[in-house]
T-cell receptor
Framework: DTGVSQNPRHKITKRGQNVTFRCDPISEHNRLYWYRQTLGQGPEFLTYFQNEAQLEKSRLLSDRFSAERPKGSFSTLEIQRTEQGDSAMYLCASSFNAYEQFFGPGTRLTVL | GEDVEQSLFLSVREGDSSVINCTYTDSSSTYLYWYKQEPGAGLQLLTYIFSNMDMKQDQRLTVLLNKKDKHLSLRIADTQTGDSAIYFC?????????FGAGTTVTVRA
């Protein structure tokens, strides 16, 4: 499978705990994106990397959220001190150009 | 800011054509997209159109863009049961996609 992969697929955590998600993009893609999707809504942009540089961050990405892409390959998204409002599907996408974003299957986070 | 709107539901008979409509507000959008999402899955890129085009056809899919009215549509010919899914319209510039809330398409026999 050469598509975007995300792990874990599901995460259940208690409020106040930290969680970390991983995204492995398609191998030749230098651009990587994170989105969040809540029930009944379309995805909302969170952040964008070109290689290892984080070039854009949405105002949705509060200071409890941090994303990294240390070697320009995989990326991690960490949420500290989770809140119930963080429950959502976290989607990763990658691309080799400015306009074709390919999405992974997502990580569904449930905060109890 | 960006705002993409689409109708929430569409029911269509198998074999008929489906038309899903979308309006957007950002006149500087470079590309307009249609994505498909099946239950429990991520988003599948169906097709996209550059903002200086008015039509794009790809097998059973036809995209029409009216840039003046900021209106985008997706026509699916000969709709099949496998086309049942949520379809998202999105506008994009360089790195960021802004999505609508999605249209749930149900194909009935």
């Amino acid at each position: 499978d050469t598509g975007v992969s995300q792990n874990p697929r599901h995460k259940i955590t208690k409020r106040g705990q930290n969680v970390t998600f991983r995204c492995d993009p398609i191998s030749e893609h230098n651009r990587l994106y994170w989105y969040r999707q809540t029930l009944g809504q379309g995805p909302e942009f969170l952040t964008y990397f070109q290689n290892e540089a984080q070039l854009e961050k949405s105002r949705l990405l509060s200071d409890r959220f941090s994303a990294e892409r240390p070697k320009g390959s995989f990326s991690t998204l960490e949420i500290q001190r989770t809140e119930q409002g963080d429950s959502a599907m976290y989607l990763c996408a990658s691309s080799f150009n400015a306009y074709e974003q390919f999405f992974g299957p997502g990580t569904r986070l449930t905060v109890l | 800011g960006e705002d993409v709107e689409q109708s929430l539901f569409l029911s269509v008979r198998e074999g008929d054509s489906s038309v899903i409509n979308c309006t957007y507000t950002d006149s500087s959008s470079t590309y307009l997209y249609w994505y498909k999402q099946e239950p429990g899955a991520g988003l599948q890129l169906l097709t996209y159109i550059f903002s200086n085009m008015d039509m794009k056809q790809d097998q059973r899919l036809t995209v029409l863009l009216n840039k003046k009215d900021k209106h985008l549509s997706l026509r699916i010919a000969d709709t099949q049961t496998g086309d049942s899914a949520i379809y998202f319209c999105a506008e994009g510039n360089d790195y960021k996609l802004s999505f609508g809330a999605g249209t749930t398409v149900t194909v009935r026999a």
